[in-house]
C-alpha cells in the first residue's frame, strides 16, 4: 500500500514506515511564508554602499602624502629656528591642499596646517629682517 506521499508500505500497518503519514490521509500543509520585520521600535536595518571597485581587481594607488606632511614639518622646524622655511612650507601647503582636493592624497588639514605655519614663519622672519634693518 502506498501512503500519500509515494511510499511503499507493508498491507498490515496503518502508518508509513518512511514519513510517519497515516495511510490514506493527506501530508500537511506547509506552515505560511510570513515576512520577519523587526519588533516595534527597533531601529531598521541599515545598507551600505558597496566599497569602490577597481576592474581586474587591481589595487587603488596611495594617499600622495608628502607634500603636506613636508609642508608642516618644515612651518614647525621654520618656527623653531625662524629660518627661510617658511615660503617652503607655503610653496609645499599649497601643493598638498591641491592633491587633496583632486583626491590624490588624504592630509588636507596637515597640508593646511603647514601651510598657515609657514605663513607665520614668513612674517615672523620677515619682522625678523625689519626690526633688524632699523
Keep these: 500500500m502506498r501512503c500519500t506521499a509515494g511510499h511503499d508500505n507493508d498491507a498490515g500497518t496503518n502508518f508509513c514506515l518512511v514519513c510517519g503519514l497515516a495511510l ?11 515576512p520577519s520585520y523587526p519588533p516595534p521600535g527597533a531601529p531598521a536595518s541599515v545598507t551600505y554602499p558597496a566599497p569602490a571597485w577597481t576592474p581586474y581587481g587591481e589595487a587603488g594607488r596611495p594617499p600622495q602624502n608628502g ?19 617658511g615660503p617652503l612650507a607655503i610653496v609645499f601647503g599649497a601643493m598638498g591642499r591641491s592633491r587633496a582636493t583632486q583626491g590624490l592624497a588624504t592630509n588636507k588639514g596637515v597640508a593646511t596646517a603647514g601651510f598657515v605655519l609657514g605663513i607665520v614663519t614668513t612674517v615672523l622672519w620677515l619682522l625678523a629682517i625689519l626690526v633688524n634693518v632699523s
Excluded: R
Excluded at 490514506?24 to 510570513?34: L, M, Q
Design 24 to 34: 490514506g490521509t493527506a501530508p500537511p500543509p506547509a506552515p505560511p511564508v510570513t
Design 67 to 85: 607634500m603636506g606632511v613636508a609642508s608642516l614639518v618644515l612651518g614647525i622646524v621654520g618656527l623653531i629656528l625662524c629660518g627661510i622655511l
